[in-house]
């Protein structure tokens, strides 16, 4: 009776376990997107998961306002590369004077979100995209993400 109460529990335990198997080994595997980067002066749609927010997308779900900064353009990129480098487990990847690509990655599961800012020096609207690499749903992380960068930016 005991073996089969242990049996019980391991598999009990192997069940348990095996979503957290699922989401360590997407997290492992997924790789950068080949769509960063602006074309045409336009960063990349969101897909059509709920893991996206962007400036440049017309639907609801995914759209938020661009940043707006005064000054110069210069002077707004340095301040949003200070804003991203202190912000937790945050890194820039890619970043020139209209460009910045940075990833933010969970501390659980090591999950990464791909996050791109692009400046339009003339109208000092400063474009960005915040997109998880897999899955479907983040709770709302990246919008939350960016709403904390606009508020730190805006301090600065």
């Not at 800012?117 to 897999?134: C, G, M, N, Q």
């Not at 709770?139 to 993400?145: K, P, S, T, W």
Request: proline share 5%; hydrophobic share 40%; net charge neutral.
């Amino acid at each position: 009776m005991a073996r089969r109460h242990r049996n019980v529990l391991l598999v009990l335990l192997l069940v348990a376990c095996l979503p957290m198997v699922w989401l360590a080994m997407l997290s492992f595997f997924s790789r950068t997107p080949e769509n960063l980067g602006a074309v045409n002066g336009r960063l990349a749609d969101c897909p059509a998961t709920p893991n996206c927010v962007c400036t440049q997308c017309s639907d609801s779900e995914h759209h938020m306002e661009p940043l707006h900064f005064t000054g110069s353009p210069e002077e707004a990129m340095e301040r949003l590369k200070t804003v991203i480098g202190v912000m937790p487990r945050s890194k820039i990847v890619t970043a020139d004077q209209r460009y910045i690509h940075a990833e933010f990655t969970s501390r659980l599961f090591r999950f990464v979100d791909d996050v791109e800012f692009l400046i339009e020096p003339d109208t000092k609207t400063i474009h960005f995209r915040s997109a998880s690499r897999v899955g479907r749903s983040d709770l709302g992380v990246n919008r939350q993400r960016m709403e904390d960068i606009r508020q730190k930016f805006d301090e600065k």
